[in-house]
């Protein structure tokens, strides 16, 4: 189970990370799971995401000001 200790809701997305765990995830408000997926990081490093082709970039903003860097996304 996740402990989501970061978590913000804007932009039509709900992004949420266990920096613990260093895994995330992401869902839109109207499309659900449809525009939504898994995040994973390294440290502070996102480094890998899956269920859509292209991070959408509400969730690139969301990500950024949570404190993560998106170096290549």
């Known amino acids: 189970m996740y402990n989501f200790n970061k978590h913000i809701q ?3 997305f709900d992004v949420k990370v266990d920096t613990a765990a260093n895994y995330g995830c992401f869902e839109h408000d109207e499309h659900g799971e449809d525009l939504g997926g ?3 990081f ?3 490093n996102l480094v890998d995401y899956d269920g859509v082709m292209v991070l959408p970039e509400e969730v690139v903003s ?3 000001e949570m404190g993560f860097i998106l170096d290549g996304f």
Do not use: D, P, R, S
Request: proline share 0%; no cysteine; glycine share 24%.
């Open 42 to 44: 390294e440290g502070k």
């Open 10 to 12: 804007a932009q039509g």
């Open 38 to 40: 898994g995040l994973w």
């Open 62 to 64: 969301i990500l950024l």
